[in-house]
């Protein structure tokens, strides 16, 4: 058994939380000790799906949940940094990275919301600081809603805060349409999708130039059919979602950090950041100059000071409240 500490208290977590396909688990947990040394790769059975988490550090939790598409590797750079004081829990979402996705019924960014929560009290997380990425900054905004007492904060980088098409191209969108949009997928992804990332990410990363290490990671990963599928319906189920819980912002009473790119192609900062920053009473802007989408990887050293702001409100908040009492 291994010891972390979480929420403050040492507890015994087992190397494998509800696992199931042992060998592949086996293999997916040694290639990601590999990458990122001293992190743990973690599986949690959740509405009959495995999800995978890839866990470092020690303390306060802090959970990553990233973008569309995307995975655990979107959080390469911050491993380090965020594990030298957090315990850094970076999740796939459903259908994503190494994470199954139930095909039951439509998981909505509400449902992976709820997923991830169960989640999270299989490895007894509680109070985390949950950062979301673009479309992860969705996911985290929806766990704030339903889980208004069980985070401590969020730390919101470039999200897709309100229902638009910016960012998401006609081709895109047809792998998501029933039945004609998965012969379509079959046919044309193997053709098309490799010159859809290459586009797509030098979107994304613009000013910046795109890794070629991680180039090479996602080229293989989204250009999958099934994958591409699942990206295209995140996408769909995400703008429906976003309008039955957009003007419940206000609510959200933890503290906030927003950070946007003054040169985002994906996600326009003033009809997101700006607009969710006038939206949440308890908020910070943070307005990154020369900067684009990918923040993560682009600027990882404003995120991290974003979280160390957020836990500190936190703490002087939990101090004002106790001292009332």
Not at 26 to 46: C, E, I, L
Not at 165 to 183: A, T
Not at 190 to 208: G, M, N, Q, S
Request: glycine residues 6%; charged residues 20%.
């Amino acid at each position: 058994m291994a010891t972390t500490n979480i929420g403050g208290r040492l507890e015994r977590v087992a190397p494998i939380v509800k696992v199931t396909g042992r060998l592949k688990q086996r293999y997916v947990a040694s290639r990601v000790a590999h990458h990122y040394p001293q992190a743990r790769s973690k599986f949690v059975t959740v509405d009959g799906a495995r999800l995978h988490f890839v866990i470092k550090g020690a303390g306060c939790p802090v959970v990553l949940i990233h973008g569309n598409p995307g995975s655990c590797q979107d959080w390469s750079r911050l491993y380090g940094p965020i594990s030298s004081h957090y315990c850094a829990f970076a999740f796939d979402r459903p259908g994503h990275g190494h994470s199954d996705r139930p095909n039951h019924r439509d998981i909505t960014v509400e449902v992976q919301a709820q997923m991830l929560h169960a989640a999270l009290k299989e490895l007894n997380v509680e109070m985390p600081i949950v950062v979301g990425h673009s479309w992860g900054g969705s996911l985290a905004l929806a766990y704030a809603l339903a889980f208004p007492n069980e985070l401590a904060g969020a730390v919101l980088l470039a999200p897709a805060a309100f229902e638009s098409d910016d960012g998401v191209s006609f081709l895109s969108k047809v792998p998501g349409w029933p039945v004609i949009g998965d012969v379509v997928n079959f046919i044309f992804t193997p053709l098309l999708a490799a010159w859809l990332v290459r586009t797509d990410l030098a979107k994304a990363f613009a000013p910046d130039r795109v890794p070629k290490h991680y180039l090479r990671h996602v080229l293989a990963e989204w250009t999958r059919p099934k994958k591409v599928k699942w990206y295209s319906v995140d996408d769909a189920l995400l703008n429906d979602s976003l309008p039955q819980f957009t003007s419940r912002y206000p609510n959200i009473r933890v503290p906030v950090a927003i950070i946007t790119g003054d040169s985002d192609l994906i996600v326009p900062a003033k009809e997101n950041a700006h607009r969710l920053h006038e939206a949440l009473p308890h908020s910070e802007l943070i307005i990154l100059e020369k900067t684009g989408h990918q923040i993560p990887f682009t600027r990882p050293e404003a995120v991290i000071e974003a979280i160390d702001r957020v836990s500190g409100s936190r703490a002087v908040a939990t101090v004002s409240e106790n001292g009332l009492q």
